[in-house]
């Protein structure tokens, strides 16, 4: 979580396992691209950066953040990971819309992390306009992406 005190893509490296016998899927919401994008880069670069092999990443785009918790269970089970991450956006909006899809897609990780057997991350940016995203995207709040990234390397280090 970005704060005033702690930013996305400050870590120490020392602390992430290497990652090079590890195979990743990221999955990426089509929806706000311009945030998306930012968040696949910085997930994908943080990737190689600790070892994953680019040929052990797949990158699969779905057209909304909703979509997200589906694919992320398909790809699961068609493609065998060893972690999933889900990146998507969602900017608050005149109506309620925003509520509906926010809870449904954290419950949906929620649940995929409780009831599967290797890790979903969870980098959805729920945010109230588009600079709180475009900072939370590679800006001054560091990159939800890269945080993600690293998430999914230090569960695998659980999980094994």
Known sequence: MATALQNLSDYNPATVPDASDMRFAIVVSEWNPEITGKLKHGAYNTLLK?????????????????????????????IRPDAVIGLGCVIRGETPHFDYVCAGVTQGFSTLNAEGDIPYIFGLLTTNNLQQALDRAGGKHGNKGDECAVAAIKQLRIKN
Request: hydrophobic share 45%; proline share 7%; net charge positive.
């Open 50 to 78: 600790h070892g994953a092999k680019p040929e052990n990443i797949t990158v699969v785009y779905v057209p909304g953040s909703f979509e997200l918790v589906y694919a992320a269970k398909r790809i699961a089970m068609n």
